[in-house]
């Protein structure tokens, strides 16, 4: 018999548990509260004690326009050892002479892909569905382009935006700028 079933559907107070069964019964109490303590839904909502990722905010995610067809590098992220991470919105967009600007469907693409280096054909890696070859820029600096729901990613897991370049102006002070943003917790 399922003791702790029997606890939940309304023993008294007054009902006492005896022996290996009662052992089990507090066993099983036990794991249901630590359940509640979890957080439901991590990739809606950021988990308590969770830690605010901004990568590319500061001049990692600025690339100077490169040269045509050379896929480039404009900003990697490597989450933490120990640590999951919820990506919630990004931002891939050209600066033009510092103007916030964009490009036209053809003269620009960008990928974001996982463990993945640039250059280097390997199986390992991957795209991220439905953010390979994007050829428009999405979100500004003010508004983040928000994800329907947020992607998870693993401990150690390389995230790279890679440019490629067909039409844009090179040079200064034409600029990508790449933001990958959500939030990272430790792994339980």
């Given at each position: 018999?399922n003791?702790?079933?029997?606890?939940?559907?309304?023993?008294?107070?007054?009902?006492?548990?005896?022996?290996?069964?009662?052992?089990?019964?507090?066993?099983?109490?036990?794991?249901m509260?630590?359940?509640?303590?979890?957080?439901p839904?991590?990739?809606?909502?950021?988990?308590?004690?969770?830690i605010?990722?901004?990568?590319?905010?500061?001049?990692?995610?600025?690339?100077?326009?490169?040269?045509?067809?050379?896929?480039?590098?404009?900003?990697?992220?490597?989450?933490?050892?120990?640590?999951?991470?919820?990506?919630e919105?990004?931002?891939?967009t050209?600066?033009?002479?510092?103007?916030?600007?964009?490009?036209?469907?053809?003269?620009?693409?960008?990928?974001?892909d996982?463990n993945?280096?640039?250059?280097?054909?390997?199986?390992?890696?991957?795209?991220?569905?439905?953010?390979?070859?994007?050829d428009?820029p999405?979100?500004?600096?003010?508004?983040?382009?928000?994800?329907?729901?947020?992607?998870?990613?693993?401990?150690?897991?390389?995230?790279?935006?890679?440019?490629?370049?067909?039409?844009?102006s090179?040079?200064?002070?034409n600029?990508?700028k790449?933001?990958?943003?959500?939030?990272?917790?430790?792994v339980?």
């Amino acid at each position: 018999m399922n003791y702790s079933r029997s606890l939940l559907r309304g023993m008294r107070d007054v009902d006492t548990l005896s022996g290996p069964g009662s052992v089990a019964a507090i066993e099983e109490l036990r794991e249901m509260r630590e359940k509640k303590t979890e957080w439901p839904y991590p990739w809606c909502f950021p988990p308590p004690g969770a830690i605010r990722v901004t990568a590319g905010a500061d001049s990692s995610g600025t690339l100077a326009v490169p040269a045509a067809a050379t896929p480039s590098e404009a900003l990697l992220y490597t989450v933490d050892q120990g640590f999951v991470f919820a990506l919630e919105s990004l931002v891939v967009t050209y600066l033009n002479a510092g103007v916030l600007g964009a490009w036209s469907p053809g003269d620009a693409s960008w990928t974001l892909d996982v463990n993945r280096p640039v250059g280097v054909t390997t199986f390992q890696g991957n795209d991220v569905q439905g953010l390979t070859d994007v050829d428009i820029p999405l979100g500004t600096l003010q508004i983040p382009w928000p994800l329907v729901k947020a992607e998870l990613f693993k401990p150690n897991d390389a995230l790279r935006i890679v440019f490629t370049n067909t039409n844009l102006s090179q040079g200064n002070p034409n600029y990508i700028k790449a933001m990958l943003l959500g939030w990272r917790w430790p792994v339980r």
